[in-house]
């Protein structure tokens, strides 16, 4: 009988460990009705989402994803607007909250290999659905950083501009592949 | 329908199944197309149709009862499979709620739920492939060509029921000598990890010990024939020629673009042209032509039976 409860428990306690984990949210409560407002004094970024790249492989683009709702016909998906920045937030930090405000779809995952986030799709539209070189890349003041998006603490006025590229950033303009 | 002497033959037996008597090279061609068919598509009608045939031809060959205690662990199974696909895939358009941030979606369900009816089928026609493929069978048809090989494969394919036999054995004996009687929930499932080593050990000495024995016969070597008690009569080149109609008919038109589905971001509705429905009535009658074949067998067994 020792042993039963002593199995019991352990299992209880697995069990608790993976529910203390999972955080469960509505629809509703995932989406911000809300975001903070700018104030004269508030530091501010600006964001954009853009996919213009898909236009111009239109072959490539996955048969499923050919619809005006997942790639605007004028390849901007979030046009440029003010966020206000809070205290250590990074370029992931904004973009959840900018999709948040805006109900757009997103999907990501933590990747430990790089100590960040990655995001694997917006709007619809994930890596890999656009050819095999495709995916989201993203600028801070026109410059690509070469490391994860929940990395880059922003400061006042930083300009970010998240781009879906077609051919592993080339034809966005980044030039990590021709530097050496 | 005049019966032949093979089949009156055979009255005296238990059971009859039409599987039984057909031609091995039929029965083989029919299970492949079958189980390729439903490997191929993800377009849930096909799904269906591959899954339904086969857990009524299964319930035909081993009895329903059977079936259903066979279900009871699969249907959980497959539910279990159709939960697990969301908590790993985020794509699709009908989001229900968050997990940690990324959102669980209708989409991802219905693709999780249409993958392990998938998984399903093919496993439950595997099922009704090994029921009436026996390896003799499969040695019959291989035999002379790839010895080797047909051997080791009539051996892995009849691995899996052949470990359930030994384990039912073993457990008993384990139980017959008293050594886990144990009151507890832990020491009985302790005691069934033992019973797993055993078999392990068991099964290994049992494969070498087989491959032995099937040396000291002289299996494969030359000059050496097979006794066969199969004969290619005309019902069995009928019942080719229909699988294979039906069969290269259907995967003609899933070649052609008549199964293409997608689930991501949002379900495609389905295709109802006249290609896709051609398509569906050409993979009912090759999944159901076993059913059939099996029920007007059993009606003249019956027919026969009360006669005699």
């Given at each position: 009988m020792k042993k039963d409860l002593f199995a019991i428990c352990i299992v209880i306690f697995i069990l608790a460990l993976v529910f203390s984990g999972v955080k469960i949210q509505s629809v509703d409560e995932y989406y911000l009705v809300h975001i903070d407002d700018i104030t004269p004094e508030s530091q501010t970024v600006f964001l954009t989402i853009r996919c213009d790249t898909i236009l111009d492989n239109w072959q490539q683009l996955d048969p499923a994803l050919r619809y005006e709702k997942y790639v605007p016909s004028d390849g901007v998906?979030?046009?440029?607007h003010e966020y206000v920045l809070r205290d250590g937030d990074t370029v992931y930090d904004i973009l959840d909250r900018a999709i948040r405000h805006n109900k757009i779809q997103m999907e990501c995952a933590y990747s430990v290999n790089y100590a960040s986030v990655y995001v694997k799709g917006i709007n619809h539209l994930y890596?890999?659905?656009?050819?095999?070189?495709?995916g989201w890349m993203y600028t801070v003041n026109g410059i690509f950083p070469n490391?994860?998006?929940?990395?880059y603490v922003l400061r006042d006025g930083d300009e970010i501009v998240w781009s879906y590229t077609c051919d592993l950033g080339r034809d966005v303009g980044c030039d990590w592949g021709m530097q050496k | 329908m005049r019966l032949g002497t093979r089949r009156r033959m055979r009255l005296g037996d238990a059971k009859m199944r039409y599987f039984d008597r057909l031609h091995p090279l039929s029965a083989l061609v029919y299970f492949l197309m079958i189980i390729l068919i439903a490997m191929i598509t993800m377009h849930p009608v096909i799904t269906a149709v591959c899954y339904l045939t086969a857990v009524i031809f299964c319930g035909m060959l081993i009895g329903f009862g059977k079936l259903l205690s066979s279900l009871a662990y699969s249907i959980p199974l497959m539910i279990l499979i159709a939960l697990t696909n969301p908590i790993f895939v985020h794509k699709g358009?009908?989001?229900l709620f968050f997990l940690n941030d990324n959102p669980v979606t209708a989409e991802a369900i219905l693709y999780g739920a249409n993958a392990s009816m998938m998984l399903m089928a093919v496993f439950y026609w595997c099922r009704n492939y090994s029921t009436i493929m026996t390896s003799d069978k499969f040695i019959y048809l291989f035999g002379r060509v790839i010895p080797k090989l047909s051997l080791v494969l009539s051996l892995t394919l009849a691995f899996i029921p052949k470990l359930k036999r030994r384990y039912k054995e073993i457990d008993e004996a384990q139980k017959g000598l008293g050594i886990?009687?144990?009151?507890n929930f832990t020491d009985r499932i302790l005691g069934k990890f033992r019973v797993l080593s055993i078999l392990l050990t068991d099964s290994l000495e049992n494969a070498l010990e087989t491959a032995d024995s099937m040396k000291a016969r002289g299996y494969g070597l030359k000059g050496r024939a097979s006794y066969a008690i199969y004969r290619f009569t005309l019902s069995d080149l009928a019942f080719l020629i229909a699988t294979a109609v039906f069969g290269v008919g259907t995967l003609t038109f899933i070649a052609l673009g008549a199964a293409d589905f997608g689930f991501y971001p949002s379900i495609t509705p389905i295709n109802l042209s006249i290609q896709s429905c051609v398509m569906y009535c050409a993979l009912a009658i090759l999944g159901f032509v076993s059913v059939f074949c099996e029920i007007k067998e059993n009606l003249i067994w019956r027919y026969w039976k009360s006669k005699t």
């Open positions: 998906i979030l046009k440029r890596e890999f659905s656009c050819g095999e070189l495709s490391y994860g998006c929940s990395k | 358009e009908t989001i886990y009687a144990g009151k």
